[in-house]
């Protein structure tokens, strides 16, 4: 009898142990799931990121250029640039455009921003590795690196609401406003953006605006052109007397966590200028 007794705690405290370790057997395979594919909320939002892209974007593939050039080298560069991307652009094989090439005059200075079109990351792919076999870019190359202090490209795609003018002879000046968003916040933008840019081309029509995908991420890029400074100063101020204008400013300028703004000109064998 005491022996039973005392054998009684021993297997209600197995039973109970072994209870406890059945109900957890459950939780090991979605913690080893969890650490090999990660959790579900975050399998939502990369989901979610990737669905951005494809609702706001159009199809083709913008590179936006950046060089910044010693001060010395300024009139050398635009030769050498000059020379080169109009052979490029009129090799119609490689099918890529170049909708834009630009001196910043105002901003940072002794840099030049150029903007070339793709039909999507496969024609991305196929005009930069012809380019890279090409004899003529690799004497560019040797031209061009003594001449810059650094150069950056970013990959982006244009806003399917906002897509990037033609070929066209504007004159004036052209305004390239760049906002580093917080990261998640891409949607919410274009939505706000869309709505405003209704008010805001009563005034002034936009000449492109970009969402970067490689590069630089969380970032856009508007562009504007104006006939002069003046002229910007005024469209400004008729835009922010419309209630549609003023929202959409106070809604994303929360939604970013810098920006720049840099005044353009555009150079002399740009298509859009």
């Avoid at 072994?18 to 975050?42: D, M, R, Y």
């Amino acid at each position: 009898m005491a022996s039973s007794i005392l054998r009684r705690p021993a297997c209600r405290a197995l039973f109970s142990t072994s209870a406890t370790i059945n109900a957890e057997k459950p939780i090991v395979p979605k913690l080893i799931n969890s650490f090999l594919h990660g959790s579900e909320q975050a399998r939502q939002e990369n989901e979610a990121l990737q669905s951005h892209s494809t609702t706001v974007g159009s199809k083709s593939i913008s590179e936006i250029q950046k060089h910044h050039i010693h001060p010395q080298n300024v009139d050398q560069y635009k030769q050498v640039i000059g020379s080169y991307f109009d052979k490029l652009n009129t090799q119609k094989d490689l099918k890529m455009n170049l909708k834009g090439s630009f001196e910043v005059v105002v901003g940072e200075l002794d840099s030049f921003v150029h903007i070339w079109e793709f039909e999507g990351y496969e024609g991305y792919d196929y005009a930069t590795s012809k380019i890279r076999e090409s004899p003529e870019h690799a004497q560019f190359l040797k031209d061009l690196r003594p001449l810059i202090q650094s150069r950056t490209s970013q990959l982006c795609r244009e806003f399917a609401f906002w897509p990037c003018s033609g070929p066209k002879v504007n004159g004036g000046i052209y305004e390239m406003r760049s906002y580093q968003l917080k990261p998640g916040t891409l949607l919410e933008w274009e939505t706000e953006w869309r709505r405003g840019l209704e008010a805001r081309r009563k005034f002034v029509e936009p000449i492109g605006a970009w969402f970067a995908q490689v590069g630089r991420l969380h970032q856009v890029h508007h562009m504007w052109q104006y006939p002069s400074l003046q002229a910007r100063l005024k469209k400004r101020e008729q835009a922010w007397q419309v209630d549609t204008w003023s929202k959409t400013v106070s809604n994303t300028v929360k939604l970013c966590d810098s920006m720049d703004a840099n005044v353009l000109l555009p150079n002399s064998f740009s298509p859009l200028r």
